[in-house]
């Protein structure tokens, strides 16, 4: 097992930073007792008053002089919402507000309470600062989702590596079997594992974290070289990533069907699971054994272990202390049939579509490397267009077809969906000129995509014809990066793909290639139900050139099929609210999403 020592976040979180540091010695006592002497009841409530400010202002210019600029009026901010008592009321910060358009001028920088206060502003700017760039924010949080959260950062914190307690369920997976809280074994956990591409990863990491926020587990994760620098660490005061001497080895071999997978040892009846259908003599049986001390769940597109999406099944799971996490889908939807997780997930997520978009926006942040990246490309070219427009451009072995194909079925879409500016061939245009004070109407065309020809046709086609309009449409093209092939293995091609999938997520609309978990991650970070293009099944350009998502759910691409014949379950969902909650996939009709 090999893991970078740096982490992904670079320096570990403090829970403390500087300007909370600042804001916090603000309220000290100790600058306010000296106003302790002054007679009458009014005076010294005068006297406190004018203390309180000038230690204030005091200790606002020392964080000028001492900190820097950004951070001093980030402590202005604190401590003048401290003053009005606002402290929860969502404040907007000052920095650099020329982008990102009317939204994010009043965006509240914590995304109404999604994201813990207080974490280091300098280790992860983009915590902080891509709300500025986001242009869509649809849905709120629910208050339940927020407690939710709230309790899970103080588990995390709780049961995190080097803690007393994170020791002891150490122990206990030495001594090889799972024990009860009872015992003194209080922390369950979650080990996400690497399988498959970028996008792969970033939807399973944010399945595993629901599961752990269902089930009261803590997430951990191990994360190759490839990975080590890519996202920040998530959770305020404690890390996520798993110890270097974690006592299972060889994480990233173990591949979809080891010895201690969850079937296997069904198989082989180390655990134990009481169906439905068992006869009741069986429940009075002698105690059956204790449960092996960690499970290794394969749920990756193979879907090894299916029977992990049964009630009983969750039940027997929940008495096992570690659960290794192997997956490259996004199994959300999934986890809504589960009759303990269904009423739960309803109250998380009143609305179904935007589970993904707000889990991803609450984990997920790129690490100041890959953030870089993103903010100099945006501000270079994207930056001062009114509209910005997402293509991300798949080609799949199963389903590749010749360039001109695919490039007649982008053109194709746009024209039927709207998307892409017109072109005019009309050359009347002498009468209309651009200048700066009128603005124009500029629209940024963002292509993501591993190869480079379908950026250089669209590029060309609006150098060879006018963007109809009038000379004050302007029409832009812009391709990063373009890698020929995929290489998860390469941290800086890993960076590169990250900082490109943030970039889409700062679209007002998105084109995405059907069956991409890579344009499933960026219109889950964007907020947009993006008009997907349909893959080209075996080979032949699909019929329907696009259609535009209802959900902007990413697809769970290879569903378990478990119903309760196998799961040995009777009926304990809602049926109909299932049918209609979860459906087939707009781009792949094996799969299935989330629909409100
Ligand atoms: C946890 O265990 C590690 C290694 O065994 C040890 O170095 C550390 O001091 C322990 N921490 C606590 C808080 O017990
Ligand atoms: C520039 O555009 C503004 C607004 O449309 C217009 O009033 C002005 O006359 C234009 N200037 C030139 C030099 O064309
Ligand atoms: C920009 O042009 C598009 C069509 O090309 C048009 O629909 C839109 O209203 C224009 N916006 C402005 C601000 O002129």
């Not at 804001?23 to 309180?52: D, I, K, M, N, Q």
């Not at 009043?106 to 891509?130: N, T």
């Not at 190869?451 to 449409?473: F, L, N």
Request: aromatic fraction near 10%; glycine fraction near 8%; charged fraction near 20%.
């Amino acid at each position: 097992m090999e893991m970078s020592g740096a982490g992904a976040g670079g320096a570990p979180p403090k829970l403390e930073d500087d300007d909370d540091v600042a804001a916090a010695a603000a309220e000290r006592e100790p600058c306010l007792a000296s106003g302790g002497g002054a007679p009458g009841r009014e005076e010294r409530e005068r006297w406190r008053r004018v203390l309180v400010v000038g230690c204030l202002v005091a200790l606002l210019l020392l964080a000028f002089f001492v900190l820097g600029r950004e951070s001093a009026s980030s402590a202005l901010q604190i401590a003048s919402a401290k003053l009005t008592g606002a402290m929860n009321g969502g404040f907007t910060t000052s920095t650099n507000p020329s982008h990102g358009g009317a939204a994010a001028k009043q965006a509240d920088e914590l995304l109404g309470g999604l994201l813990a206060p207080g974490m280091d502003r300098r280790s992860c700017r983009s915590r902080y600062q891509a709300v500025h760039y986001y242009k869509h924010f649809p849905y709120a949080p629910s208050p339940h989702l927020l407690d939710k959260l709230r309790a899970y950062e103080a588990r995390h914190r709780r049961c995190a590596p080097g803690t007393p307690l994170y020791n002891r369920s150490i122990e206990q997976l030495r001594s090889g079997r799972s024990a009860a809280a009872a015992d003194g074994v209080e922390c369950n956990y979650v080990v996400w594992l690497p399988f498959d591409g970028l996008g792969n990863r970033m939807l399973s990491m944010v399945s595993g974290f629901l599961y752990a926020l269902l089930t009261d587990r803590v997430l951990l994760v191990d994360l190759p070289q490839d990975s080590s620098d890519l996202f920040c660490e998530p959770f305020p005061g404690a890390t996520w990533l798993l110890p270097l001497d974690f006592p299972v080895a060889n994480l990233f071999g173990l591949g979809p069907r080891p010895e201690q997978s969850y079937t296997t040892l069904l198989n082989k009846k180390k655990i134990t699971v009481i169906k439905d259908d068992d006869p009741p003599a069986k429940n009075d049986a002698a105690v059956p054994p204790p449960p092996p001390a960690y499970v290794y769940l394969s749920l990756g597109y193979q879907m090894v272990d299916k029977l992990f999406f049964c009630g009983n099944d969750q039940r027997a799971l929940a008495k096992v202390n570690w659960l290794l996490l192997y997956s490259d889908l996004y199994f959300v939807p999934s986890l809504y049939s589960v009759a303990e997780f269904n009423g739960e997930l309803r109250r998380l997520f009143p609305a179904k579509e935007s589970a993904c978009h707000l889990l991803i926006r609450y984990l997920l942040h790129p690490t100041n490397a890959v953030w870089g990246m993103v903010t100099r490309y945006y501000n270079s070219y994207l930056a001062q267009a009114n509209r910005r427009i997402g293509i991300q451009i798949r080609m799949f072995n199963f389903a590749s077809i010749p360039v001109d194909d695919l490039y007649n079925q982008i053109l194709t879409c746009s024209r039927q969906e709207h998307i892409l500016p017109e072109t005019t061939d009309d050359d009347d245009l002498t009468t209309e000129t651009y200048n700066n004070s009128n603005g124009g109407n500029y629209t940024a065309i963002l292509i993501a995509s591993l190869y480079p020809d379908y950026y250089e046709r669209i590029r060309a086609t609006y150098y060879e014809h006018a963007a109809s309009g009038g000379a004050a449409a302007r029409v832009g093209v812009f391709q990063p990066t373009h890698e020929e092939r995929q290489a998860t293995q390469r941290l800086f091609h890993n960076q590169k793909a990250l900082a490109e999938i943030y970039l889409l997520g700062f679209s007002d609309e998105l084109v995405t290639s059907g069956m991409s978990t890579f344009g499933y991650a960026g219109s889950s970070l964007a907020g947009v139900r993006p008009t997907i293009l349909m893959p080209a099944h075996g080979h032949r350009v699909p019929a329907t050139p696009c259609r535009r998502a209802v959900s902007m759910e990413p697809c769970n691409l290879t569903p378990p099929r478990v119903g309760e014949e196998e799961c040995r379950r009777k009926a304990a969902v809602d049926k109909e609210d299932l049918a209609r909650h979860v459906k087939v996939c707009e781009d792949f009709d094996r799969g299935v999403k989330f629909f409100d």
